[in-house]
Structures are given as C-alpha cells and as structure tokens.
C-alpha cells in the first residue's frame, strides 16, 4: 500500500482534519511520513514553468485542542524543491496558516515570490 496520510497518520480524517481539496491527486500529492508531526501535500505541478520549486502545505488537526501543540498553526505553507520536495533554503518564508482561503493566498505570494515579485 502507498504511503498517505490514511497508512501514516491514521488519526487524521479525510474531510475533517485532511480538507477535501488535498484529496484531489491531480492538484496535489500527498507525502505524508509518520515520522513528521502532521501530514503534508505538495503541488502535482512546479510553480511556474522556469521555477524547479512546488509549494509544501503542512496540515494540523482541526480542533486546536487536538494538536501536537496548541500554538501551532493549522497549515504550514512552504517553498520546497522540485525533485526531492526538501525545504527551500533560499529567503522564501513559510507562511502559517489557519483556513484553505488562507492557504490559497499563501501559495499565490509565494508563487509571486519565486518569480522574483515581492511579498
């Protein structure tokens, strides 16, 4: 069986904890490991088509209560490579998040940002 974010960190519901939209494998992949604090999802596509990066979403449990600590965001967004899906090391910030219309900004500044726009 693959590894998910089901095999990995079965504590964590599709729709609930998981957002549905990271459920879409053409958008998203999903490379969840139980040894990282929450599962994560990055982009099926790199940013843009002369930038070898894809952007990393880090997904919390919904109730706050719920995760590994409660100062934590919900979602981590991140620049990460596009071959290994390591953290960007340059000066790209990870943006912290707590709802999907937040997350949606997130990756377009980041976007931006990797295309030489300023945050």
Not at 65 to 73: A, F, H, I, M, V
């Amino acid at each position: 069986m693959p590894r998910s974010f089901a095999t990995e960190h079965p504590e964590f519901i599709a729709g609930v904890d998981i957002p549905v939209e990271f459920l879409d494998t053409t958008k998203w992949t999903d490379e969840s490991w139980h040894n990282d604090g929450c599962p994560h999802f990055v982009t099926a596509d790199v940013i843009a088509p002369n930038v070898p990066h894809r952007i990393s979403v880090w997904v919390e449990r919904l109730e706050v209560g719920e995760r590994e600590c409660e100062s934590l965001p919900r979602f981590g967004v991140e620049v990460v490579t596009a071959d290994d899906y390591e953290q960007y090391m340059g000066n790209a910030p990870v943006i912290d998040c707590e709802t999907m219309g937040d997350v949606y900004e997130a990756i377009a500044e980041l976007s931006g940002f990797m295309k030489g726009e300023a945050l």
